[in-house]
């Protein structure tokens, strides 16, 4: 879809080299924090920002030079953008206008888009008279109704209220599911990102970190970035002596292929297990001293030294901060990170 | 959310832009940019025996400006210049003190109301200056009673009206200008947080101390623009002063104004404009000292 | 107790800015023909305008003048506003082109006054419209309504949601599409009380056509302020009165639409 993208605004270099392909019909999520470039990188396939260096691929085609409003993709805009001066109906109707679609048509295709998004009691409704989960689907039968190649979500929950959100995102899904349309979106927010269940895609700096399917990017980050950057995994520092890798909590082993001599290791606050009888025998058993214990009601958080490591356990256990508690540490779910560019 | 540091984008110059804001413009520097810098110009020029301009330099406008004439010193120029500040600094003031309880009563209002009275001070802000210093003409009219009662009072001969005078010049400034002070003031004295004075007051601070110290800070804002929207054009009336005013109370205005007209002395009436005009750059930059970062809301 | 002084300026600085206003209505009924006592309810003022010829005359030059020059700057100005808005212009070109816009706003209008006279002292060389009479009337009204509109029609324009325009670039509409049904429609109430508060501009303004004006070309205000030179008749009440309405009228309508959406 895109290749070798480079974007600056002035000095600033926001997209650097870039690449990134979405196959037709997948619900794709660019995730990042705030001044990522994963909005830029949007822009740049609506067109609405021009490429520095690099291609913008469509179905194929090289459409780097088009512009906006001749790519046969279209945007759900943040704000949702909608016209304030013009009907639901006037709203939807907008791009078929623009390319001069005879009337008939226009009213066939935008009527099916009123039926499709619920939306057949607010034609004559102008925006401001509209609540904000259905201004959203205005904003997406306005894009639907083109029948673009790629549909393009800007943040498209940002604007609604958190208590709507979840169920506006699974609408969401039920419209993907129903169309053959491609969706990229854009979030800051992990969860909603794993929410979509399509493959998803962790930027920083104008980078793309890692790419792939949610479980995949969560269970094995690539980097500290993103072990981090999606709730925080433990991460710990390691020197390899053979097999062993050694860390402040003792010598742990990985099934990871390690490859530096010196870096990080990760594992998630959940994966690891509290023992209640101790067998020393086995590798990955340590020992940990208890600093701080959180009860969250559905889970526990301990706060361990050294480390400090975090564990995330079942509400069962309630050890004492001073307590001295007996950990494994699952090979498989130990997580060898690459070390990061600088 | 803003997730990228350049948003929105706006298109290069183009032709299209050229053409949108190139008349525009063009017609504002030909006629009013460059004219000004002109009358800076013609304020180092002197006057011809016909009253044409010469071009050769010279600083006599700008000693006349200090008061040497043709006959040596004399304080009549620089007595209508402090009388112009003296004047505008008297509007100003009584705009303050009208301004402040005026705005006050209005944010204590209910919004709706508010609204009300906002258009209420914003309408004689619209209406034709002369018109309105002609209302005033008949209000201090012989034959009415606000004239006999100051002739009651042996404060006039009896049967002469209350114009010319000192009086009624700063009537008919202060009601001219009032809507000047009050709507930027209104902006700041709107968005003042009730409980900062709360909660001075719960401190025992005397209202005079509150003034000072609680409501004056944070009303600076509004107060410097409006001072700036009725200091600097109060210097500049000449419509007010001329007909309520009477020769005794001209001001560099009607200076100016007569420069222009009767005296035929462009570069004399040039080095008053370009006075004027300096004084109209200070105190705007003074504003920006003060309130950095700041736009006027208060232009319209 | 406090609020009750608070109210009674308010109350009193009302009283004081319309007693004017009020004054000359209330004259402009008044049957006496000299002096100032009432001496009952008549409308003839108001008929014996329509039989004076020089009140005629500048009714129709401040009109003319008023019309003429709101077309003119409406145009302008928001050709203007949109060039200014719409563009990313260099640093110092932004702030050399504000200052210019800003010049009628921020200076007295005597300086713009002479300004214009002196400008005009020039260009009369080039072309006989720079005459003082009543184009160089409407060319010295343009320059300063232009500033007003761009003002009103950039406050608009920035107020707009800028991912509207690019909404509707990237739902296939082409720039003049995208002009002719977005953004201008959506910048019409800027340009509308843009182009009545210069109307209003226009129909007020005292001291540059004071200056400006030629013998031919005497618009309402300087026909109001000379017959006050002249002495007060009761016609000069019911012209004041009626300018005053139509301003007043003028400015609400323009306050409407400079408050709705």
């Known amino acids: 879809m895109v290749a070798q993208v480079n974007k600056s605004f002035g000095n600033h270099r926001v997209l650097n080299d870039v690449s990134l392909a979405v196959s037709k019909g997948e619900f794709f999520t660019l995730l990042g924090p705030s001044g990522c470039g ?25 459409v780097t030079a088009v512009p906006a409003n ?82 393009l979500l800007d943040e498209p929950m940002s604007a609604l209220d958190p208590h709507l959100r979840t169920q506006v995102q699974a609408e969401l899904l039920d419209l993907h599911r129903k169309i053959d349309t491609t969706f990229v979106m854009v979030t800051h927010d992990q969860s909603e990102a794993m929410f979509m269940g399509g493959r998803l895609a962790v930027m920083k700096d104008g980078q793309m970190v890692q790419i792939g399917a949610p479980r995949e990017v969560y269970s094995r980050p690539k980097n500290k970035f993103v072990a981090e950057f999606l709730w925080g995994a433990n991460i710990l520092p390691a020197t390899r002596e053979g097999d062993w890798l050694m860390t402040t909590l003792g010598p742990l082993k990985t099934e990871d292929r390690v490859t530096w001599s010196e870096g990080h290791l990760a594992i998630r606050p959940e994966l690891i297990v509290l023992e209640d009888r101790p067998e020393r025998a086995k590798d990955n058993f340590v020992q940990a001293t208890v600093i701080q214990t959180i009860y969250r009601g559905p889970s526990v958080e301990l706060l361990l030294d050294p480390g400090p490591v975090k564990v995330v356990t079942s509400p069962r256990f309630n050890p004492q901060p001073g307590e001295t508690v007996s950990l494994f540490i699952p090979p498989a779910d130990l997580v060898a990170l690459e070390s990061q560019a600088a | 959310m803003d997730s990228s540091p350049a948003r929105p984008k706006k298109p290069k110059i183009g032709l299209a832009t050229w053409l949108a804001a190139g008349p525009g413009l063009l017609w504002l520097t030909l006629l009013l940019a460059i004219p000004c810098l002109a009358l800076i110009a013609m304020a180092f020029a002197s006057r011809g025996q016909y009253g044409e301009v010469v071009w050769s330099f010279s600083l006599d406008n700008l000693k006349r400006l200090i008061g040497y004439g043709l006959f040596g010193w004399s304080p009549d120029l620089i007595f209508i210049l402090l009388r112009s500040l003296l004047v505008a600094a008297i509007t100003t003031l009584l705009c303050v ?32 200056v002369v018109v309105r210093t002609y209302g005033w003409l008949l209000i201090l009219g012989p034959q009415l009673p606000p004239a006999q009662l100051a002739a009651y009072l042996g404060l006039i001969p009896p049967g002469s009206a209350l114009y010319p005078g000192s009086f009624a010049v700063y009537l008919g400034m202060t009601t001219t200008f009032l809507p000047f002070m009050a709507l930027p003031l209104y902006a700041s004295v709107e968005r003042l947080d009730q409980d900062i004075l709360e909660a001075a007051r719960d401190l025992y601070a005397n209202p005079f101390l509150i003034f000072w110290r609680v409501i004056l800070p944070q009303t600076t804002p509004g107060l410097s623009v409006g001072v700036i929207m009725t200091f600097v054009p109060a210097m500049a009336m000449f419509v007010v002063t001329d007909i309520l005013g009477g020769a005794k109370n001209m001001l560099i205005g009607n200076l100016i104004q007569q420069q222009f007209s009767q005296a035929r002395d462009w570069p004399f009436g040039a080095a008053l404009s370009m006075g004027l005009m300096l004084f109209t750059l200070l105190s705007l930059s003074f504003r920006r000292l003060k309130t950095p970062g700041q736009k006027d809301p208060s232009l319209l | 107790m406090k609020a009750r002084i608070l109210a009674l300026v308010a109350y009193s600085s009302l009283i004081l800015m319309y007693l004017p206003c009020l004054a000359v209505a209330v004259f402009s009924v008044n049957k006496a023909r000299f002096g100032l006592n009432w001496k009952g309810f008549t409308l003839n003022w108001y008929q014996r305008l329509f039989e004076n010829e ?99 029609v950039r406050g608009r324009l920035a107020s707009l949601n800028p991912e509207t325009r690019e909404a509707a670039w990237d739902l296939f509409a082409t720039r003049f599409y995208n002009f002719r049904r977005v953004t201008l429609p959506l910048i019409m109430p800027g340009v509308l009380a843009g182009a009545m508060l210069a109307f209003t501009l226009s129909l007020d303004d005292f001291i540059i056509s004071f200056f400006i004006h030629g013998p031919e070309s005497v618009t309402l205000p300087i026909y109001i302020f000379s017959s006050l030179k002249r002495g007060l008749t009761p016609e000069t009440n019911a012209l004041s009165t009626l300018m005053l309405l139509a301003t007043v009228i003028l400015a609400l309508l323009a306050e409407r639409l400079t408050r709705k959406l």
């Not at chain 2, 003190?97 to 619209?126: C, D, E, G, Q």
């Not at chain 3, 009628?104 to 003082?132: G, K």
């Open chain 1, 38 to 62: 994963k909005t830029t990188l949007l822009r740049l396939i609506a067109g609405l920002e021009s490429v520095d260096s690099g291609m913008v691929f469509l179905g194929g085609q090289d």
């Open chain 1, 70 to 151: 001749k790519r046969q993709v279209n945007t759900v805009f943040q704000s949702y953008a909608l016209f304030p001066h013009f009907n639901v109906i006037e709203n939807i109707a907008f791009g078929l206008k623009a390319r001069k679609f005879a009337p008939s048509e226009i009213n066939s295709r935008v009527n099916r888009m009123l039926e499709m998004l619920k939306l057949e009691d607010f034609g004559k409704r102008f925006p401001n008279q509209l609540s904000g989960g259905q201004k959203q689907r205005v904003a997406l039968a306005r894009a639907l109704v083109n029948e673009p190649s790629v549909l």
């Open chain 2, 97 to 128: 003190f009208i301004a402040y309880p005026l705005t006050f009563h209005m944010a204590s209002r209910k919004p709706s109301i508010r609204v009300f009275w906002l258009i209420l001070v914003i309408v004689p802000f619209w209406t034709n």
């Open chain 3, 54 to 152: 020089a009140i005629l005359e500048a009714t129709y030059n401040s009109l003319l003048v008023a019309v003429i020059t709101t077309v003119i700057a409406t145009v302008i100005g928001t050709a203007l506003a949109l060039g200014l808005e719409r563009a990313t212009w260099p640093k110092p070109c932004q702030r050399l082109f504000d200052v210019i816009v800003n010049i009628p706003v921020v200076v007295p209008d005597i300086i713009m006054a002479v300004a214009l006279v002196l400008a005009f002292s020039v260009l009369r060389h080039l072309s006989s419209v720079f005459e003082l009479g009543l184009a160089a009337l409407i060319i010295s009204h343009v320059t300063f309504q232009i500033s007003f509109v761009t003002l009103v």
